[in-house]
């Protein structure tokens, strides 16, 4: 007799999540960030302290990637940091809601290594204003262009955080902003797995990025402004090479908006924390 064949991995994961879900809402936990009782039902296991403590980033940051620059840099007219001040960009402007650090680093996490979904919608309340910003520098109508996995990650993932924020950042939007805004969710495609940037110079960086991303559809993308979207910009790489890309496929002008921003200073202990969770 033939074997039946075995149940969809998808399906079984959707279940197991919907489950747990439920479990979740009957029986509240723990605070996933804190670890202080939560006394409230939600389908997202964070404390009300640790969501509210959410800040944006404050004081002087600089005007083409969203790294700080010293206020009284600031004060003299001096817009741009060091790095920006010595190369150009590939893209025009780099935005994030808030450092990543503390509770936003926590959410970011939830989302991506624990496929908690419900974060998305949080982190895309995050994410919505600084699309809006940008949007006012672009001309209509405007590509929102999530940042690929590659296909072998998004198949055990199971989901693109870049895309389930940016989908739902585009449901908070105003109408008239989100009337501006096209979601191409597959005109950007990953098409080579790069290793780890965790302790890579700049140079290697650039190098283990070059040649990952393709752009499916180039009439998708000429003459049209672009704002690229990725949950963490971190030396911003990334995000260069993509733009890179897509300026070279035609795009006009090419924007980044992400949920978090690691600062200098926070580099060292981002990449110790990558390296514990390797």
């Known amino acids: 007799m033939p074997q039946a064949p075995p149940p969809d991995f998808s399906l079984r994961s959707a279940f197991s999540s919907a489950f747990a879900s439920v479990f ?113 520098k672009c001309e209509s109508p405007v590509l929102l262009v999530p940042v690929p996995l590659y296909k072998s990650k998004q198949r055990q993932r199971e989901f693109n955080q870049s895309e389930l924020i940016a989908r739902a950042a585009l449901k908070r939007l105003p109408k008239e902003i989100s009337a501006k805004l096209e979601l191409a969710d597959s005109v950007l495609l990953r098409q080579r797995n790069t290793r780890s940037q965790t302790g890579l110079t700049r140079h290697q960086r650039r190098e283990n990025m070059r040649g990952a991303f393709v752009v499916s559809d180039a009439a998708k993308v000429t003459g049209r402004d672009i704002i690229l979207v990725d949950d963490v910009l971190t030396t911003g790489t990334t995000a260069a090479e993509c733009a890179r890309v897509l300026r070279r496929a035609g795009a006009k002008k090419v924007y980044v908006a992400t949920v978090a921003r690691v600062m200098k200073g926070e580099q060292l202990s981002v990449a110790l924390a990558r390296s514990a969770e390797a």
């Open 24 to 136: 979740n809402v009957i029986f509240p936990s723990d605070c996933r960030i804190c670890g202080v009782a939560l006394t409230n039902v939600a389908r997202l296991p964070v404390c009300s302290d640790c969501i509210s403590g959410i800040k944006g980033i404050e004081g002087s940051v600089c005007e083409v990637c969203g790294e700080r620059v010293p206020d009284a840099a600031h004060a003299i007219s001096e817009t741009k940091c060091m790095l920006c001040r010595r190369a150009r960009l590939p893209f025009a402007k780099a935005t994030a809601y808030g450092s990543y650090d503390g509770a936003l680093r926590g959410m970011i996490h939830l989302l991506k290594y624990e496929a908690m979904l419900p974060a998305a919608d949080s982190l895309s309340a995050l994410l919505a204003p600084t699309v809006e910003a940008l949007v006012a």
